[in-house]
């Protein structure tokens, strides 16, 4: 009995010194700097998009052109846009998205090509400057101007994120697949 009444007391004296007075004082960032947890809740990581995304293309133009476009997210290379709100920093990786590009005249194959940021700046270096704060929106089929023209012209857009800034640029493919790029000011690059 005497036993038993020695560990009640003891019971009870550490249940009521574990009242929490020692944190009364401390903000919520001191307590949870303590425990090493500060980062995971003062940082939000987003991906746009989330998940891996894929469209397909195939037009047949009354030109002649087959063109064969398959559009996707790259998942290795993004870019990063931070920024701070109510003291939690948010970091928003933008995904660019590569497509490739099957051009076909007269059942053969005139060009086969990745179309990405590298690939464009890899094409004419004085794009670098103007597309390096930017992703790779997306890449569409310009029908009318390609029968007008007899090429095949292929719009690419880059835009800015967190931003209204874009850039549009339209690529001039001819019959033996040379590359021209035009920006929307009508300069050309090749």
């Known amino acids: 009995m005497k036993h038993l009444t020695f560990i009640i007391f003891l019971i009870s004296f550490v249940l009521i010194s574990c009242d929490g007075r020692s944190k009364i004082y401390k903000s919520n960032q001191e307590i949870l700097k303590e425990h090493g947890l500060y980062e995971a809740f003062s940082e939000r990581i987003n991906y746009i998009p989330e998940s891996y995304l894929e469209t397909s293309t195939d037009t047949i133009l009354s030109n ?3 063109i064969k ?3 996707y997210t790259d ?3 993004s870019l990063l846009n931070t920024y701070t709100k109510n003291n939690i920093q948010h970091k ?3 995904r660019n998205i590569n497509s490739s ?3 076909i005249k007269n059942n053969q194959e005139i060009l086969s090509k990745l179309i990405n940021k590298e690939a464009l700046i890899t094409c004419d270096k004085s794009l670098e400057k103007m597309i390096q704060n930017k992703i790779l929106q997306g890449v569409w089929i310009n029908e009318y101007a390609s029968i007008i023209n007899n090429k095949v012209i292929i719009n690419v857009l880059f835009v800015e994120p967190g931003t209204n800034k874009n850039i549009n640029y339209s690529l001039e493919f001819d019959a033996q697949g040379k590359l ?3 920006d929307k000011l009508n300069q050309k690059y090749s």
């Open 64 to 66: 002649g052109y087959e």
């Open 92 to 94: 928003n990786y933008y």
């Open 69 to 71: 476009i398959k559009s």
């Open 180 to 182: 021209f790029i035009t």
């Open 101 to 103: 590009i099957t051009i």
């Open 75 to 77: 998942m290795n290379n």
